[in-house]
């Protein structure tokens, strides 16, 4: 091993200290010799956002990050001390054109057969390769779920007047994130879902502008909810037709047996492994379980879905 003796770039000398860093965390040294500052590496700090920084109104110099909060971002002058703040608008997914099982080598049928065992019945990748009796990796199995659990959204009810909402909690490395859940009455359908990282009265929007989307304005619908106050602050703001009606905590039975499966599925599956899944997850749960409902075998399940993706 060949050691490296560090030395001054103006005089040579290997007499210097440490002495603080710049403004893109590189490391400044001091020369006692010659009296002279010097960086052995510079590199420039990373942006963390990509819309041009602004400039102070004062000075007009570029301002620095301050402050990063949830919906705005806190910049300051260094020079000034001046201050503003810049409203924070995350990227939205971007829609992309799906054509049906373009890139597939396999038939239909076993890709949504895949599909439905590994949400219904919580089998691995593995598992489910074992099952179908394919010469296919287990990581091909899980390219065809996220692939299809992206496409494929929930059918579009109707005559629906009397949803059943509630909300339950999943760990994602040491983080909380919520997933909501719309059940009709009756039929014990899932009608909406949403995942969020927060539980408050805009999420709580959110999931009702998912269901009240394909709805008529004026139809009348009976929200039935837990203790939650969230729910009622959304509707007395944001909804008119919407009736609110509050239960007992554990009284919400149709929700919570939907989240009670989805509970299995998670626990079955060791948590999630990528974020950016957990949605495509939830959905292909979602579809899945309305399909149990619907159909009586796997083969109306099938043909269920493959006429929806061949169609769309």
């Known amino acids: 091993m ?5 030395k001054c770039p103006h ?5 210097f200290i440490k002495n603080g860093h710049d403004k893109f965390k590189n490391q400044i040294f001091f020369c006692k010799d010659c009296k002279r500052y010097f960086k052995l590496s510079f ?5 963390l956002f990509s819309f041009p920084y602004p400039r102070c109104v004062h000075c007009n110099h570029v301002m620095e990050i301050y402050k990063i909060r949830r919906y705005f971002v806190r910049f300051r002058c260094r020079k000034c001390n001046f201050k503003t703040s810049v409203p924070l608008s995350l990227p939205q ?9 373009k890139f597939f080598r396999f038939p239909i049928y076993i890709i949504l057969k895949a599909f439905i065992l590994y949400f219904k019945y919580n089998l691995s990748l593995r598992a489910i390769k074992a099952c179908l009796n394919i010469n296919v990796s287990h990581v091909a199995i899980y390219k065809w779920i996220i692939k299809l659990s992206s496409v494929i959204s929930l059918f579009e009810f109707e005559n629906v007047f009397k949803v059943h909402g509630d909300e339950t909690v999943i760990v994602f490395r040491d983080k909380k994130y919520y997933v909501w859940l719309l059940v009709e009455h009756g039929t014990n359908l899932i009608v909406a879902w949403h995942v969020s990282r927060y539980r408050d009265m805009s999420q709580v929007k959110i999931l009702l502008d998912k269901y009240f989307s394909q709805r008529k304005q004026n139809t009348q ?6 203790g939650l106050k969230a729910y009622e602050i959304a509707v007395k703001l944001n909804f008119d037709n919407v009736e609110h009606r509050e239960v007992r905590l554990g009284k919400n039975n149709e929700c919570e047996s939907k989240f009670s499966l989805f509970k299995m599925f ?6 999630f492994k990528k974020f950016s899944n957990i949605r495509y997850y939830v959905n292909g749960f979602c ?7 619907l159909y009586e075998n796997e083969n109306e ?6 006429s929806i993706i061949t169609t769309s």
């Open 2 to 6: 060949v050691n490296v003796q560090l």
């Open 11 to 15: 005089c040579g000398s290997s007499n």
């Open 43 to 47: 590199t420039k700090k990373h942006k």
């Open 93 to 101: 997914p971007v829609p992309f054109n799906f054509h049906p099982f």
């Open 221 to 226: 619908i009976e929200l039935i909810t837990d």
């Open 266 to 271: 998670v626990r079955a599956k060791r948590s």
């Open 287 to 293: 579809v899945v379980r309305n399909l149990c409902k």
């Open 301 to 306: 399940m099938i043909t269920a879905l493959a």
